[in-house]
């Protein structure tokens, strides 16, 4: 069984970092793109960093230059390393694993989540 288990969240100010961290087990983890996604009550999920089997990481223009993902395959686990938060960067936070996804950016080619890890970052 496939299980993908986030850790790390917490609330802070402005500013802060954070670093998140996506424990695997039941896959062949070093043969997926895994990717971070967060979602806000009411909103769309949204794509927010993906790091690719060789380690190829991409993000979005808005976390470009504050977020950072890596991966440790010896350790079937991802990183997030978050810096410079702002308040608009409050959301849930999931990763989520998937063999071949064509589009990193796409929840929907996504085979499997985590139950996600809540980030609040006040004024």
């Known amino acids: 069984q496939v299980q993908l288990v986030e850790s790390g969240g917490g609330s802070v100010q402005a500013g802060a970092s954070l670093r998140l961290s996506c424990a695997a087990s039941g896959l062949v983890f070093s043969s997926y793109v895994v990717g971070w996604f967060r979602q806000d009550p009411g909103k769309e999920r949204e794509f927010v960093a993906a790091?690719?089997?060789?380690?190829?990481?991409f993000y979005p223009d808005s976390v470009k230059g504050r977020f950072t993902i890596s991966r440790d395959n010896t350790k079937n686990s991802v990183y997030l390393q978050m810096n410079s938060l702002k308040p608009e960067d409050t959301a849930v936070y999931y990763c989520?694993?998937?063999?071949?996804?064509?589009?990193?950016?796409?929840?929907?080619?996504?085979?499997?989540w985590g139950q996600g890890t809540q980030v609040t970052v006040s004024s």
């Open positions: 790091i690719r089997w060789n380690g190829v990481p």
């Open positions: 989520a694993a998937a063999f071949e996804p064509g589009s990193t950016a796409t929840p929907n080619n996504y085979n499997y």
